[in-house]
């Protein structure tokens, strides 16, 4: 080989060494440190974080992780739109009823905040997600005949899209009904115990009492209604700009994906840390055992056209004020982190 040809083939190993400890290097610095990178997570209730807790899904992160307790999707909503947390506990129709309610048009790359994460326990008559209920002392007998009642909800959130869905299925607007907004699903459900209102859209565990005891009834349930009613995360549009947030996002979802086998395999753990956290009696306990289970689903078609389905069921019913795009909702970057499925399992 000449020498000009040996400098030639030198000189070209340098450059492709050189390329390749930049490129190394470029490498190194785009992945973000998450030492000092802090996720604030806000759950409804206490037991959740509890139950993560217990059972070491998230023990080691390379991250700080502060749970904080806000009752009730307004609240989490409140503090999304603040900056003051990174993921708001709530349910899946919450974005559908703020982009209705929005004065600016939500588009794919103009939406204030989007769903993340979503997860509900596997279809089941005796353990639904979300239901309407009226007291016996009523005489409620058909949906129709809830005209002229006080009905009970509370804001965002797949309590208050059952409660429109309700009105809807009645054929009334809120004008027909004494509507009575609560601040959280827990005083909504407590008015009802009361008998403050006739008429109760949400949860069935913190009604269990009244329903069993015959002094209330169910009317619908969330199949009646077409409502997917998932528990879901939801970040800021801010958050999935930041590359550390963006990691730890990821990490996050998939250690918590492994903790609905933890809970179906530890029973009596998790009821005892439901009796203890959240105060309730055995019978209540049992029931969120099975409310509490689940998995992850999947963003896809399957969901995203059950999710247009019901937005479209209430705009059509004129119980929202505009027609909205769910889509946009939705961000399936994490499903993979996520172990996500889809369809969920049915028990009956």
């Known amino acids: 080989m000449s020498l000009k040809k040996s400098l030639s083939a030198g000189l070209a190993v340098v450059i492709a060494t050189a390329a390749l400890a930049l490129s190394g290097t470029a490498g190194a610095q785009s992945q973000p440190n998450l030492k000092d990178t802090r996720l604030v997570i806000a759950y409804q209730d206490p037991a959740f974080p509890a139950l993560i807790r217990k059972s070491g899904v998230v023990d080691g992160t390379p991250y700080q992780i502060e749970w904080v307790l806000l009752t009730g999707p307004a609240a989490n909503l409140s503090a999304l739109y603040a900056g003051k947390i990174d993921l708001g506990h709530m349910g899946d ?14 588009t794919a790359d103009a939406t204030p905040l989007r769903i993340v994460a979503a997860w509900r326990n596997a279809y089941s008559k005796e353990y639904p997600a979300v239901i309407t209920a009226v007291r016996t002392s009523a005489n409620i007998q058909t949906v129709q005949q809830i005209k002229g009642h ?9 309590n208050h899209s059952q409660y429109l869905a309700t009105l809807v299925k009645a054929g009334v607007t809120e ?8 601040a959280d699903g827990a005083t909504s459900a407590a008015g009802f115990n009361a008998g403050q209102v006739d008429v109760y859209a949400g949860a069935l565990g913190p009604i269990l009492p009244t329903i ?8 619908l349930n969330d199949r009646e209604t077409q409502i997917p009613a998932l528990n ?7 958050d999935l700009k930041d590359p550390a947030k963006v990691a730890a996002f990821q990490d ?3 250690r ?18 439901l009796k203890d956290t959240l105060k309730i009696t055995d019978e209540r306990a049992a029931f969120e055992y099975e409310v509490r289970s689940g998995n992850f689903v999947k963003f896809d078609a399957g969901l995203l056209g059950q999710e247009q389905a019901i937005a479209d069921i209430l705009y059509n019913g ?19 982190a996520q172990k996500a499925v889809w369809p969920i399992k049915t028990k009956d």
């Open 318 to 336: 004129h119980a929202i004020k505009k027609k909205v795009k769910v889509q946009v909702e939705y961000d399936p970057q994490f499903n993979a």
């Open 252 to 254: 996050f979802f998939s």
């Open 175 to 182: 004008k027909d009904v004494e509507a009575v907004k609560f």
């Open 256 to 273: 918590l994906s492994g903790y609905w086998a933890w809970h179906d395999a530890h029973k009596d753990e998790v009821i005892g840390v």
């Open 150 to 158: 006080k009905v009970g909800y509370n804001y965002g959130g797949y």
């Open 212 to 219: 069993k005891s015959g002094a209330g009834r169910i009317l």
């Open 232 to 238: 879901v995360w939801t970040t800021t549009s801010a």
């Open 93 to 106: 129709t919450s974005l559908t009823i703020e982009q209705a309610n929005a004065r600016t048009e939500w």
